[in-house]
């Protein structure tokens, strides 16, 4: 079936706070897989982790900082708008519906990729969107289990897929590997160092403002 539409990304996570990691894998993928665009999608409530320690507003904040000159990026605030807790295939209903020939790719790390299963309705996930693994160092895709099964029954090497169907694939691609993590960013904050040049100068100076992980909060 050929689509009209672009593929669009969705880049879900809690971006607490938002680096450049997550940011490269974004503008890496929209350029690799010549997507129409990506959403970056702060949740509003978390239900595989532990809850984030910026307030939802302050998380959204920061994404939106850290695209606004950026056109290929968007921030999207429809999990926040949501509330409750967040449900991925929540929000892929919701796209489906707003855009019904819009092929939809999830784009998530390989660590977000291995729990996978985990995910509330997961085999319905694969109805409305395409999964998008982008590689990361020191993780191993497993041998057997569920996530060898979906790889061997899902799996697939052309670009081509994503864009002439509207869910239903994972696709595997290399990302530049940047070992950054928000926890350590908090941490290192909450220290006082000085966590410049792993985050936007924008989402750096929003949390010196803000105080968002200053010692007390973390
Ligand atoms: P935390 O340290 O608080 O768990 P995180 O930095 O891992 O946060 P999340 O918001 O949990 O960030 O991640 C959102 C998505 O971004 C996930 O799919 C995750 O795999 C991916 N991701 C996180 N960090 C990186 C990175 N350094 N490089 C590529 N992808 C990343």
């Known amino acids: 079936m050929h689509q009209t539409h672009k593929a669009l990304g969705i880049l879900g996570g809690t971006f607490d706070p938002v680096h450049f990691g997550h940011?490269?894998?974004?503008?890496?993928?929209?350029?690799a897989l010549d997507l129409a665009k990506v959403h970056i999608m702060p949740c509003f409530q978390p239900v595989h982790r532990k809850q984030p320690v910026a307030t939802p507003e302050q998380r959204l904040a920061m994404v939106q900082s850290a695209v606004l000159d950026e056109p290929s990026l968007f921030a999207d605030d429809r999990e926040i708008?949501?509330?409750?807790?967040?449900?991925?295939i929540d929000t892929l209903l919701d796209m489906r519906s707003e855009m019904p020939d819009t092929p939809l790719c999830l784009l998530v790390g390989i660590d977000a990729f291995l729990g996978f299963p985990s995910w509330h309705r997961w085999k319905d996930i694969l109805n409305y969107a395409h999964l998008i693994v982008a590689h990361r160092p020191n993780y191993q895709l497993p041998a057997t289990g569920i996530v060898a099964d979906l790889m061997k029954a899902r799996l697939q090497n052309e670009i081509a897929f994503?864009?002439?169907?509207?869910?239903?694939?994972?696709?595997?691609?290399?990302?530049?590997?940047?070992?950054?993590?928000?926890?350590?960013?908090?941490?290192?904050?909450?220290?006082?160092?000085?966590?410049?040049?792993?985050?936007?100068?924008?989402?750096?100076?929003?949390?010196?403002?803000?105080?968002?992980?200053?010692?007390?909060?973390?």
């Open 23 to 31: 940011l490269r894998m974004a503008l890496e993928l929209y350029e």
């Open 81 to 88: 708008k949501r509330k409750g807790p967040t449900y991925t």
């Open 162 to 218: 994503i864009h002439e169907n509207l869910a239903g694939g994972i696709l595997f691609r290399p990302i530049t590997s940047l070992e950054i993590s928000a926890t350590d960013i908090r941490k290192q904050i909450a220290m006082g160092r000085n966590p410049r040049y792993l985050l936007p100068d924008s989402v750096y100076h929003y949390i010196k403002q803000h105080g968002t992980y200053s010692i007390s909060r973390i």
